[in-house]
């Protein structure tokens, strides 16, 4: 019981460190959110202000007037995590469930969306003001009140996540040069096509569409999926983004390979493990397995380029090893998932529960981050532990 006892009292202090934080915390990319008037109304102050505090590995944020805040996305993978607990945590999901029930964007537009971190954000050639959504965190938000209505069938929560879907569908739903996705967000550039983004959107339809609307036509999610298969490398990986008009690959490859292997996986559980589908999620899933972890469980930052460690590379490696093993892909893959977990544990988690940002190899970066850091790895454990408490089921 060792090994369990060791992820099970880690997933209790991460758990409790976030409710006594009030699930409020700090983010790798608030520095926009200063309330010096120096740096919030300037491209410049914020631009510089995101990424010095992104990469210092002393927290300015004091210093910037930066506070803490919470975030829709956090909530919910924290409420997703706690949900695999629902007898124990129902008082705190029902919590989150309101905060995220008060944050709605329907007045602006016109379904149920959340601005999945609610302070602006700065980065190199684009500017977010609050208010604005976009694919991922409601695909997260989405999730929670997807999972939330097993538990707890409230009308409101049903009508929470079809609505998320059927923001997906009217403003997200792209066909340009016969290129089928989801934008990131509903002013994305219609020739921006991020891999990722367009795959948790089609997965996201998909599971809504099976259980609430059963005369949806899958034809159109089915070739989303295809369309990014097709753009597979060949060693089995994929790169960020196409940008359609010009042909330019972003060539970023990082935990956002857990994000297209996840979608993939989605849709065979829902359809069938079938071609090209299957062959293309077990290359995508060697590659992640052979050339974005050390045998050890380190995760490697964007390959090649090994280091720093990145928190959010850990977590997503548990989620979708487990995942893997899960739907009897291979029980190797529950060994490395838990392989992982270990070793995140024993060299990015602080004593009062909070997990790292960056571990590099002669210093590690330890500011805590609601969203990026902890949220994730508190799902991810969630994630593992519901698998190995099945296992022990069957195993009885």
Known sequence: MGKEDIIEKSFRNVIQYLIKSDYSGFDPYDGANSQLTLINNNKYGRFISTYLNKFSPFNLRYLFKIPVSKQNQALAFIGRAMIKDYKTYKEQIKYIADCLAQDTLIKSYGYH??????????????????GKTDIVGNDAIGRFFFELYK???KEQYKEFFISVCELFQSQLKTNWNQKHFYRYTPHTLKHNWCYNASAIGASYVEM?????????DKTFTSQCLKDIIEHQKPEGHWYYSLNLDT????????FHQGFVLDAILDHMLLYGLEEPFLSSYKKGLEFYYQKQFLPNGQGIYRYPRKWPVNIHNQAQGIITF??????????????FARTIAQWTIQNMQDKDGHFYFLKYPLFTNKI????????????ALAVLLEYEKKLQHQNA
Do not use: N
């Open 113 to 130: 969306c959340w601005d999945a971190h609610g302070i602006p954000l700065q980065v190199r050639f684009a500017y977010k003001p609050v």
């Open 322 to 335: 487990t995942r893997a093993a899960a739907a009897g892909i291979g029980e190797e893959y529950h060994q």
């Open 208 to 216: 809504v569409s099976k259980s609430f609307l059963p005369d949806y």
């Open 368 to 379: 805590p981050y609601i969203r990026w850091s902890d949220a994730a790895m508190a799902y």
């Open 151 to 153: 538990a707890d069938p």
């Open 247 to 254: 042909g330019y690959e972003k060539p970023q490859v990082d």
